[in-house]
């Protein structure tokens, strides 16, 4: 399973705060949707193979964690601002909530998740401009994979340090890209080695 792990230290934390804001307002939610898209979809198809999670630490209830299954998930790609409102809404204090089929929302903090996934034993990189070139990197195909990337700020300095402590920092290439198009490259470059 491919799973891509996207911060945003600004996105809205609450649905009403996504309701009332426009989506850039809103701690640039439009960043997210974009990374929505180029992670799961193809043309005329869905990855079901691949996890997108959202960590927004924003205002008014931080930090959440949205879980997309490209699996299980019906939704058109216009709707996903929507499908998010619907979500940041449905959460339930103390709950993993699966608020629509394939799509998750709790309270859990990026290196908390970053942890789990460290004890399942998956395969986990942290995108980052100054790492190792990703065509040079050994990805397993029998373990998941998983790729954190931050948002128009990047990633927290903190949690960027703690996590270069045990994770590959990667690098999809000698410019600063966009979120959304840090993923096209990693979904691609896992397609050529059909992992
Ligand atoms: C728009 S960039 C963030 C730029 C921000 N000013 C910074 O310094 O981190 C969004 C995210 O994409 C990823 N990214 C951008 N370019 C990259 C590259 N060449 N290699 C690996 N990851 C990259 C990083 O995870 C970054 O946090």
Same mark, same amino acid.
């Given at each position: 399973?491919?799973?891509?792990?996207?911060?945003? $230290?600004? /996105?809205?934390?609450?649905?009403?705060?996504? +309701?009332?804001? @426009?989506?850039?307002? /809103?701690? +640039?939610?439009?960043? /997210?949707?974009?990374?929505?898209? =180029?992670? *799961?979809?193809?043309?005329?198809?869905?990855?079901?193979?691949?996890?997108?999670? *959202?960590?927004?630490?924003?205002?008014? @209830?931080?930090?959440?964690?949205?879980?997309?299954?490209?699996?299980?998930?019906?939704?058109?790609?216009?709707?996903? /601002? %929507?499908?998010? =409102?619907?979500?940041?809404?449905?959460?339930?204090?103390?709950?993993?909530?699966?608020? *629509?089929?394939?799509?998750? #929302?709790? %309270? %859990? $903090?990026? &290196?908390?998740?970053?942890?789990?996934?460290?004890?399942?034993?998956?395969?986990?990189?942290?995108? @980052?401009?100054?790492?190792? $070139?990703?065509? @040079?990197?050994?990805?397993?195909?029998?373990?998941?994979?998983?790729?954190? &990337?931050?948002? =128009?700020?990047? *990633?927290?300095?903190?949690?960027? +340090?703690?996590?270069?402590?045990?994770? =590959?920092? #990667? $690098?999809?290439?000698?410019?600063?890209?966009?979120?959304?198009?840090?993923?096209?490259?990693? !979904? !691609?470059? &896992?397609?050529? +080695?059909?992992?």
């Amino acid at each position: 399973m491919r799973h891509i792990i996207y911060f945003s $230290s600004k /996105a809205v934390t609450s649905g009403g705060a996504l +309701r009332k804001k @426009d989506l850039m307002e /809103a701690g +640039r939610i439009d960043i /997210a949707i974009h990374s929505i898209i =180029q992670g *799961l979809y193809l043309s005329h198809d869905i990855r079901k193979d691949t996890v997108i999670h *959202l960590v927004f630490y924003g205002m008014p @209830d931080p930090p959440k964690h949205i879980e997309i299954h490209g699996s299980k998930v019906k939704i058109a790609k216009k709707n996903i /601002a %929507k499908l998010l =409102q619907k979500i940041l809404y449905k959460y339930k204090e103390g709950e993993r909530k699966e608020v *629509l089929p394939g799509c998750f #929302v709790e %309270k %859990k $903090s990026l &290196l908390n998740i970053v942890d789990e996934f460290l004890e399942k034993n998956s395969q986990v990189f942290v995108l @980052d401009e100054n790492g190792k $070139s990703i065509r @040079d990197v050994d990805i397993e195909n029998s373990k998941d994979v998983v790729f954190v &990337l931050g948002d =128009q700020e990047g *990633l927290p300095k903190k949690e960027l +340090r703690r996590m270069k402590k045990t994770i =590959q920092p #990667v $690098s999809v290439g000698n410019k600063t890209y966009f979120a959304s198009q840090t993923i096209v490259i990693v !979904n !691609n470059e &896992l397609d050529f +080695r059909n992992i």
